[in-house]
């Protein structure tokens, strides 16, 4: 939880107060790039930390540890992370698409179904078992 609040909120508004000083900007406002970046990492922070208990799954089995991917399997735990990050890219290509900065809109629209394709093929050469 902790990693996740970090990660999430604490770096990306350090970065952005960082910035709001290096430009003398004053005062706070929550924007949308703020916002959209904070969620999208947020759900990456998810899968970061779902990710690296898969390969000790033998071990924790074996120490009587009950991990979420001990608990539920490798397989759908695994699953659950793909499926997180293709809503964290579908999210970012809504974010594009909707940008009212027109320029923008499609570079990073496409730029995240792009990662997102490439999300959809890789996983499946992976052996869970």
Not at 42 to 60: N, R, T
Not at 87 to 99: D, P
Request: glycine share 10%; proline share 4%; hydrophobic share 55%.
């Amino acid at each position: 939880l902790c990693i996740l609040a970090v990660r999430a909120v604490m770096v990306q508004l350090g970065f952005f107060l960082h910035m709001q000083q290096a430009l003398d900007i004053s005062g706070f406002t929550l924007t949308r790039p703020l916002a959209f970046t904070m969620g999208f990492m947020l759900l990456f922070s998810v899968v970061i930390a779902l990710f690296k208990d898969i390969p000790d799954v033998k071990g924790d089995t074996q120490a009587g540890v009950k991990t979420f991917s001990v608990r539920h399997g490798v397989a759908n735990i695994y699953w659950v992370c793909i499926g997180l990050l293709l809503a964290a890219y579908g999210a970012g290509v809504v974010f594009g698409l909707t940008s009212p900065v027109g320029w923008s809109r499609l570079p990073v629209a496409l730029g995240h179904l792009g990662f997102a394709a490439l999300l959809w093929e890789r996983p499946k050469q992976v052996n869970t078992s």
